[in-house]
C-alpha cells in the first residue's frame, strides 16, 4: 500500500487496486504536482467545507464515478453538482469492499462561500481514519489539540498520522508534536503548513520535538509516495 502526498491537505492512499484521496485541493494549489484530471480515486474523502480541502472533489468524482464522503451539509451541497455523495457523521464508520473510513472528531470551522459572498454553513469539520490493506492511517483534518486525541490514540492501532503543524488556522508545531504522542502513531506526517504566508513553518524543528518524545516523524514533499 502506499500513499502519496500532493500538498496541503491532500492525501491518496492505494493499495489493492483500489484509491482513495482525502480533500483534494489541487487546483490552485501551489504546492501541488499534480492536476486533478490526472486523478484516479474510488472514494473521495472530506474533512471540511473549505475551498482548499473540497477543491477538485465534484470534478474528480464526477470523472471517476467516485462517491464524496462527507458530513451530511457538504454531501448534500457536493451532491448539487451531480456527484454521488455519503452523507456521515461524526463517530460513524462506512464499510465499502476493500476499506473502513471512520470519522472523528476535530475542532476548527467548515463552509463555503455563499454567492453574496458570505459563509454558508457546511456542519462540524472532521478526521478520517481510513482502514486499508491492515493498515491505519489518520488524517486529522484541520484542527487544534485537544485532549480526545488521546482516546483515539487508545482505541485505534494507528501507523501514520497525518498532522496539521501550519498554526494560525489550526495548531502549530509545538501542539502538533504533543498531539503526535497522544495518537500514538508509529509514524507522524505534517502537513497543513507552507502553503500560504501565514502557514509558514519548518517542518524540521517539528521533527525534533517528536525526537524528543522519541517518535518517528517523516517529511513529505508534494507528490512524494510513503509505501507501508
Not at 457523521?89 to 455563499?114: D, E, I, W
Not at 503548513?193 to 514533499?221: C, M, S
Request: glycine share 12%.
Amino acid at each position: 500500500m502506499e500513499i502519496r502526498f500532493h500538498g496541503h491537505a491532500c492525501i491518496q492512499v492505494t493499495g489493492g487496486g483500489h484509491s482513495v484521496i482525502v480533500d483534494p485541493f489541487l487546483t490552485g494549489n501551489p504546492q501541488a504536482v499534480v492536476k486533478a484530471e490526472e486523478i484516479a480515486a474510488d472514494y473521495v474523502l472530506l474533512t471540511h467545507g473549505h475551498g482548499d480541502h473540497v477543491g477538485d472533489a465534484a470534478s474528480i468524482a464526477l470523472r471517476c464515478g467516485a462517491q464524496v464522503v462527507a458530513t451530511p451539509e457538504l454531501a448534500e451541497y457536493i451532491g448539487k453538482s451531480g456527484a454521488k455523495t455519503i452523507g456521515m457523521n461524526l463517530g460513524g464508520s462506512l464499510r465499502t469492499p476493500f476499506a473502513r473510513f471512520k470519522m472523528v472528531q476535530a475542532f476548527h470551522s467548515s463552509s463555503v462561500t455563499g454567492p453574496d459572498g458570505l459563509p454558508i454553513y457546511m456542519g462540524m469539520p472532521a478526521g478520517f481514519l481510513i482502514e486499508m490493506e491492515g493498515r491505519t492511517i489518520l488524517h486529522c483534518g484541520d484542527t487544534s489539540l485537544f485532549g480526545d486525541m488521546k482516546l483515539i490514540g487508545e482505541q485505534h492501532n494507528i501507523d501514520v498520522a497525518f498532522i496539521p503543524i501550519g498554526d494560525h488556522f489550526t495548531m502549530g508545531p509545538e501542539d502538533a508534536a504533543i498531539a503526535a504522542e497522544w495518537l500514538k502513531a508509529k509514524v507522524a506526517v505534517p502537513f497543513h503548513f507552507n502553503t500560504f504566508p501565514p502557514i509558514r513553518q519548518n517542518p524540521e524543528e517539528f521533527l525534533a520535538l517528536l525526537a524528543e518524545r522519541d517518535i518517528r516523524g517523516k517529511v513529505l514533499a508534494p507528490g512524494e509516495v510513503f509505501e507501508l
